[in-house]
């Protein structure tokens, strides 16, 4: 997380991108990294990992974000990416309530294997597909009051996630 004198930031934070196959975390990867988006994306194999660089509180904070595979078969491979990061973008398909059922199960593996201090958020993608929604709002607030976690709209991701993670931890570092 430190700076290295050859590198133009301030802050290196590494973040997950978690949830089952199909949700949609490649796209808002590609969204939040790119401003691109793809109807047809395939499926992620393994782990892929994009970068973006913003300035929160007058330091230049770089995002490392790891978009790892949904797929139970990659469960052993992506498990290892969670050490060392300290923030998790939880997701699921507002459309497809096993997908929300299986936060918890995301939760757990995520605790199991990340820093007990890694910040949580819990988004639900795909919310303009209002006349598919099987997944009711107030489930979802449920849920992220009951879990500890952060919750986020993909319109609002592009910054609030990496602001909000930036100064909790500059708040601890300076304390």
Same mark, same amino acid.
């Given at each position: 997380?430190?700076?290295?004198?050859?590198?133009?930031?301030?802050?290196?934070?590494?973040?997950?991108?978690?949830?089952?196959?199909?949700?949609?975390?490649?796209?808002?990867?590609?969204?939040?990294?790119?401003?691109?988006?793809?109807?047809?994306?395939?499926?992620?194999?393994?782990?892929?990992?994009?970068?973006?660089?913003?300035?929160?509180?007058?330091?230049?904070?770089?995002?490392?974000?790891?978009?790892?595979?949904?797929?139970?078969?990659?469960?052993?491979?992506?498990?290892?990416?969670?050490?060392?990061?300290?923030?998790?973008?939880?997701?699921? !398909?507002?459309?497809?309530?096993?997908?929300?059922?299986?936060?918890?199960?995301? &939760? $757990?593996? *995520? #605790?199991?294997? %990340? !820093?007990?201090?890694?910040?949580?958020?819990?988004?639900?993608?795909?919310?303009? &597909? $209002?006349? *598919? #929604?099987?997944? %009711?709002?107030?489930?979802?607030?449920?849920?992220?009051?009951?879990?500890?976690?952060?919750?986020?709209?993909?319109?609002?991701?592009?910054?609030?996630?990496?602001?909000?993670?930036?100064?909790?931890?500059?708040?601890?570092?300076?304390?």
């Amino acid at each position: 997380m430190a700076r290295r004198p050859d590198e133009e930031y301030d802050y290196l934070f590494k973040v997950v991108l978690i949830g089952d196959s199909g949700v949609g975390k490649s796209n808002l990867l590609s969204r939040f990294t790119r401003n691109e988006f793809c109807l047809e994306s395939k499926s992620t194999i393994g782990v892929e990992f994009a970068t973006r660089t913003l300035q929160v509180e007058g330091k230049t904070i770089k995002a490392q974000i790891w978009d790892t595979a949904g797929q139970e078969r990659y469960r052993a491979i992506t498990s290892a990416y969670y050490r060392g990061a300290l923030g998790a973008l939880l997701v699921y !398909d507002v459309t497809k309530p096993t997908t929300f059922e299986n936060v918890s199960r995301w &939760l $757990k593996e *995520l #605790r199991d294997h %990340a !820093d007990s201090n890694i910040v949580i958020m819990l988004i639900g993608n795909k919310t303009d &597909l $209002k006349h *598919l #929604r099987a997944v %009711a709002t107030e489930d979802a607030q449920g849920l992220r009051r009951r879990k500890d976690c952060h919750s986020l709209r993909p319109p609002h991701l592009k910054q609030s996630m990496l602001k909000r993670l930036s100064r909790q931890y500059l708040q601890k570092s300076t304390e």
